[in-house]
């Protein structure tokens, strides 16, 4: 209650007050963090200049690498392989999975 007492005296909404005093308390970094994502909200434009991470089932240089390492005997945990080709276990685990289905590796 006191809170939107507040905010209604400095004449601004709650969210807008409550978003200030927890800026007040937070770390340098996390604020110069803040002060990016809302630039990035207020500019779309440069949102389409922030590189993604390609996916591991488009990522050809990775699922050759799997390809070979499937290969090895004896076979890498799918967990080595994870890490040498640089995906999560579980994507490389699904990845796996539907080459082994389409024939592209044997089970």
């Known amino acids: 209650m006191g809170l ?9 909404t709650l969210k807008r007050l409550a978003s200030e005093l927890i800026l007040q308390g937070i770390s340098p970094k996390a604020l110069r963090f803040v002060h990016e994502e809302s630039d990035l909200a207020a500019n779309p434009m440069t949102r389409g200049s922030i590189s993604r991470r390609t996916r591991l089932s488009e ?3 990775a699922l050759e690498k ?12 799918v967990k080595e392989i ?3 080709v640089g995906y999560s276990q579980a ?3 699904n990845q ?3 080459m ?3 024939g ?3 089970p």
């Open 4 to 12: 939107e007492a507040e905010a209604i005296l400095q004449r601004k």
């Open 100 to 102: 082994q289905n389409s």
């Open 59 to 61: 990522d050809k240089e």
């Open 66 to 77: 799997i390809k070979q390492l499937w290969k090895l005997d004896p076979r890498p945990s």
């Open 82 to 84: 994870a890490s040498l």
């Open 96 to 98: 796996i999975k539907r």
């Open 91 to 93: 994507a490389v685990k």
């Open 104 to 106: 592209e590796l044997s």
